[in-house]
């Protein structure tokens, strides 16, 4: 009996995931909040985000800059990923919606202890 149930959880779990993967339409005033907040970060307006402004911003939010630095390679696999705005938008619709630790976009806020 305890494991089909735990079956059905983890197809259950797998479900969901997939789900949350294929629907990225989120709310007008979300994506005006990622863009906003991906501005912020792009000081200098060349629509991609560098280390150097996102520990730049995260300073001014307390973030240690070990910690800002350690988050930026985290969410860019060690920066195999440009973070222009789409990929900061998917990073961003992660942290939002997903439950899992290990979700990249958890590490967008330069947060990195969950405990
Ligand atoms: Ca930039």
Known sequence: MWEKLNRDYHAMKREKKTEVAADDNIPAWLERYIQYKFS??????????????FIYVLEDF?????????AFLLFTE?????????YFRLLSIEYFRSDDQGSLGNFITGRLDFT
Do not use: P, W
């Open 62 to 70: 307390g973030v240690s800059v070990k910690d800002a630095k350690t």
């Open 40 to 53: 912020l970060f792009d000081r200098a307006a060349d629509g991609v985000l560098d280390v150097d402004e």
């Open 78 to 86: 060690n920066n195999a990923h440009k973070v222009d705005l789409t």
